[in-house]
C-alpha cells in the first residue's frame, strides 16, 4: 500500500486547507484510514479516523467542530477538511491505513504512512 498526501501549506488563521491522502492498491475500499500529526519537537499525535465503509469517525478533542475527515472509496482518497485554523494546529500532518484493532488513536494500530503534507498556520 502507498500512500500520497498532499494539500498543505501555509494560511492565516482562521481560515481552511482540505487535506488529501491518495492510496494505491485495490482494496481501498476495505482500508480504515486516519490522520496524524507532528508538530516540531512534538510527538505524532492522532488527528482523525474514519472506518472503511465511512460511516464511523472520531477526532481528537482540539479539532472537534473545526476537522472533517471523509473519503471517496472510488477515487481510493481520503480528505481531511480543516476550518478555523490555529497556529497550534501548524504540523506535518499523515495519513495512514489501520491494520490494527486496539484503539483508533493509537499509532501502533497503523501499518502504512503517508510522506506527510506540512501545514503551517500563521498567527
Known amino acids: 500500500v502507498q500512500l500520497q498526501a498532499s494539500g498543505g501549506g501555509l494560511v492565516q488563521a482562521g481560515g481552511s486547507l482540505r487535506l488529501s491522502c491518495a492510496a494505491s492498491?485495490?482494496?481501498?475500499?476495505?482500508?480504515?484510514m486516519g490522520w496524524f500529526r507532528q508538530a516540531p519537537g512534538k510527538e505524532r499525535e492522532f488527528v482523525a479516523y474514519?472506518?472503511?465503509?465511512?460511516?464511523?469517525?472520531d477526532y481528537v478533542d482540539s479539532v472537534k467542530g473545526r476537522f472533517t475527515i471523509s473519503r471517496d472509496n472510488a477515487k481510493n482518497a481520503v480528505y481531511l477538511q480543516m476550518n478555523s485554523l490555529k497556529p497550534e494546529d501548524t504540523a506535518v500532518y499523515y495519513c495512514?491505513?489501520?491494520?490494527?484493532?486496539?484503539?483508533?488513536?493509537?499509532?501502533?494500530?497503523?501499518?502504512?504512512w503517508g510522506q506527510g503534507t506540512q501545514v503551517t498556520v500563521s498567527s
Open positions: 492498491g485495490r482494496s481501498f475500499s476495505s482500508y480504515n
Open positions: 495512514a491505513v489501520r491494520v490494527g484493532i486496539y484503539k483508533n488513536t493509537d499509532q501502533r494500530d497503523y501499518k502504512y
Open positions: 474514519i472506518n472503511w465503509r465511512g460511516l464511523g469517525t
